[in-house]
């Protein structure tokens, strides 16, 4: 029986109650069925599913965590001694501008609008529009309101001196321009820099420069040198984000800072080629006319292998391309097909990564001959003839093959009578006539095409004519109806053991208006 290679093929074998095998990336691997949850050990037990029922009790809710079935209460509700009961701000006092309401089942008291909660109490929230004028800012500030809550900037025209210094600086229109870099690793360092506009050329010490890092990579211990420059090299790098924050201020105290990233990627992983296989493995052998498959659905690759494609390397002589069909020539599985052609084909398999490395494997096939038996004779038993007979009929049609009879002959024994004729001696069925007395042996010998033959005799005995008178017969009686008065008698199926026969016809008269003939 032939292997089906679309059969799923999961080693070990999956688990018929709960697993299933499915091709997972040209791999056959078990996966849980439907209803059935994985465990961490990897077993498939069956889900745990929520049913009425499964948690009783008046506004009960169940829920399934880590296929355990949990029963708790509905939203509005909790459990107070083993019953769900509804959460309600009855006999909750809240302070003053505060009201009740239910969170997260359970009551809370919350501050009313622009109010705040200070300790047990709900304070009004300090605001530009509660405080005098300018709401207690430094000079150069004014008070705005963020989020209900004060804050305080500089006014149009000032800028702080330093960061949370006072807004002393004039404004100037200092820009920084800085990109944020990319490096991949194994590279070991990467520069980060900023860029100052207006750029005081002449003055090459009327920037200061500070460098804070704000992020670094997880169990990073990278190296930062010129902090105080206008531009940083981090060496040691390890993959992951680096943040840092420039503060550039010039020299009357204008000042500007700017967040500048450094994003270390892993290295590449060495893309190795494909590996090609070609199943079934060790010595395939199939007999004409040949029908197989060759399946590839074990190679891999340490990425994916995105195209298979099959070809035949080698083939014998007698075998050309009108009698070998290839289907799936482009899928992991090939299906051939061959009518004609013995001997050892050579198959290729060629696969190929998303890098566009290949992989080859090839298979060699035998094609061996069909099966081709020798034809097997059968001629009529043997037949006794007695004189005058002297014809007969030898049938050899129930001779046969497995794979037709091409050739017919029929031949006489040396030792026969000489005395006889022989008609279809190359056909099935052999005519004999004119025979003597004695006995004939004929035999028939069959042909297939490759020649193979089968024999069969049988003989044909003919013996002497049986001694005797010989037996007349003048035919059918006849009816003459006037005015008939002739007609013809016949009596040539008179027959003598001698083999010679006289006939002569006379009239014997019997009742008025008949007469007999006699021979």
Not at 169 to 182: F, W
Not at 401 to 417: Q, R
Not at 461 to 473: I, L, M, Q, S, Y
Request: with cysteine; hydrophobic share 30%; proline share 6%.
């Amino acid at each position: 029986e032939k292997e089906d290679a679309n059969k799923p093929k999961c080693d070990p074998e999956c688990d018929e109650d709960s697993e299933k095998c499915v091709k997972d990336n040209n791999v056959w691997k078990c996966h849980c069925k439907d209803g059935y949850f994985k465990t961490k050990d990897g077993d498939c037990i069956a889900k745990e599913v929520c049913k009425a029922g499964s948690c009783p009790g008046d506004h009960a809710a169940c829920t399934v965590v880590d296929n355990q079935i949990t029963c708790g209460c509905q939203k509005g509700y909790k459990k107070e001694k083993g019953k769900c009961t509804e959460v309600t701000c009855k006999g909750v006092s809240c302070p003053a501008h505060a009201t009740c309401a239910v969170s997260d089942n359970t009551a809370h008291c919350f501050c009313d609008k622009d109010y705040v909660a200070q300790e047990i109490f709900c304070r009004p929230v300090a605001t530009c529009t509660t405080e005098p004028k300018n709401a207690g800012c430094p000079t150069n500030e004014e008070c705005k309101n963020v989020n209900s809550k004060k804050q305080c900037f500089c006014v149009p025209g000032k800028l702080r001196a330093k960061p949370n210094g006072d807004c002393t600086a004039n404004a100037s229109a200092i820009i920084l321009k800085s990109e944020d870099v990319t490096a991949q690793l194994p590279v070991q360092s990467a520069t980060l820099s900023v860029a100052v506009t207006p750029p005081r050329t002449k003055n090459e010490n009327y920037y200061t420069y500070k460098w804070d890092q704000q992020k670094n990579p997880a169990g990073g211990s990278s190296r930062v040198d010129g902090l105080t420059k206008s531009r940083v090299t981090i060496s040691k790098l390890v993959a992951g984000e680096y943040v840092f924050l420039v503060t550039v201020i010039g020299k009357n105290n204008e000042y500007k800072t700017k967040v500048v990233k450094l994003k270390v990627l892993p290295a590449l992983k060495p893309n190795k080629p494909p590996i090609a296989v070609i199943k079934p493995a060790g010595k395939v052998s199939f007999k004409l006319p040949a029908d197989f498959s060759l399946n590839g659905i074990d190679s891999h690759d340490d990425d994916k292998i995105v195209s298979y494609a099959w070809s035949i390397e080698a083939r014998p002589v007698a075998s050309s391309e009108n009698f070998v069909k290839l289907i799936g020539e482009n899928t992991d599985t090939l299906h051939v097909k061959v009518s004609q052609g013995e001997g050892e084909f050579k198959f290729k398999l060629l696969v190929k990564d998303k890098a566009g490395l290949t992989g080859t494997a090839s298979k060699s096939v035998q094609i061996l001959a069909e099966d081709d038996f020798p034809p097997s004779a059968k001629v009529s038993s043997a037949l006794v003839l007695t004189l005058p007979k002297n014809s007969a009929v030898l049938y050899g049609n129930g001779s046969k093959d497995d794979h037709g009879i091409t050739k017919w002959e029929w031949m006489k024994s040396s030792d026969s009578p000489k005395t006889g004729d022989m008609t279809g001696t190359t056909t099935s069925n052999l005519t004999l006539a004119n025979l003597v007395e004695g006995t004939y042996t004929f035999t028939l010998t069959v042909y297939d095409k490759k020649n193979q033959k089968g024999t069969a005799s049988t003989t044909v005995t003919v013996r002497p004519a049986e001694k005797g008178p010989p037996k007349a017969d003048a035919g059918d009686n006849k009816e003459l109806v006037a005015p008939d008065r002739s007609t013809e008698l016949d009596g040539s199926k008179s027959v003598s053991p001698l083999g010679k026969t006289e006939i002569s016809l006379g009239a014997d008269s019997g009742s008025e208006g008949n007469h007999h003939a006699e021979c």
